[in-house]
């Protein structure tokens, strides 16, 4: 069985949180599926180069597999790369205040819309017990411990504080690599200082598919994001899908973007605690947002609207096809309950529940499964 695209396909590989280094997630990615990719096709030995491109005021780097040397069908791999944009700009006192309230935030909406509760209980998101909000989920009881830690130091005596204090600030540090990304990143509201951080971090994606998609070589567009990078890879289809309905981008492309692919996502988890909610009076604004972030979105709202407003945004990528992956192991991810997913598929990696959310990367019976499913059509 010989699986290989039957036009120039380009990925797009987008990383999730942690202190990422330029290429990492190229390298990562790009390595295990070039071994599947032999594999399937009869241990054949796979040509790859490194390539640039020229785009707006810089060279993009990227692989480019092919069959034999001489082939002009290729598969390119490149990276959006954006874990620079987030570095210090949160500190201890902004992670504390988010996980707060964030999960208040969330207990007091689902207290009023109960039969939204009852809907998606039992789902990946382990926030409902008997069709109620646990009162203290873990993001409360994360929040008031950092709170806890980042006073700690004050009510022990200075000896003690001294042994500690290494200590604690790798506990600072972790917190502020690992969860300051989700604090930039979920920040929706423009009066944050966080929002031009958010800004510039989904423009670069964008910018990044646009090129893409205007490049004359690739027939086919595969959209993969890992943890976070889930979520910006589904912001940015969201925003491509605004530009073609405006005509900054021709529609005509829609038909270029055929894939896309999550793993480790915790898209589930960021629209139930991080969607903007709405008051039950403001059901206009509330029918604007639902159309602006319609891609593949299911309704997260149970309220009546007493005057409907017609949706302005065609979905023109509808025929995207979107597999999640997900293994229980990892506590970040899980299947797919809120969006129109076509395929959640549950993999088995055999890791821990420390080790389980980054062992993706090497699974090969995942990359087996994208290999078939998108290459060979």
Known sequence: MSIWPDRSTAILIIHGIGEQHPFQTLDAFTSTFWNVLEKLNGRVLFPGKHKVASRAG??????????????????????????????????????????????????????????????????????????RFKKHWYLKHLGWFMRLLSVFPSFVPIRVSRVLSPFLKWIEKKAIDFVGDIVVYTTTDIRSKFFSVRKDVLDGALEELRFLLEDKRYRRIIVVGHSLGSVIGFDALNRINHAMNVGIIPRKLASKITGFITFGSPLDKIAFFFREHTPDDEYLRRQILAHYH????????????????????????EHVHWTNFWDAQDKVSGKLDFYRVDENTELSMGESAVGAHNAYWEFEEMYERIATEYLAK
């Open 58 to 131: 810089w060279v993009e780097n990227y692989i480019s597999l092919a069959r034999k040397k001489t082939d002009r069908v290729t598969i390119d791999l490149y990276e959006y790369y954006w874990a620079h944009k987030v570095q210090r700009q949160v500190k201890l006192v902004d992670i504390v205040r988010w996980l707060v309230e964030t999960s208040e935030g969330a207990r007091k909406f689902y207290a009023e819309n109960e039969a939204l509760a009852l809907k998606y209980e039992g789902t990946s998101v382990d926030a409902f017990k008997h069709g």
């Open 294 to 317: 319609g891609f593949k979105a299911r309704p997260l709202s149970e309220q009546p609207n007493p005057k409907e407003l017609a949706n302005p945004i065609t979905p023109l990528l």
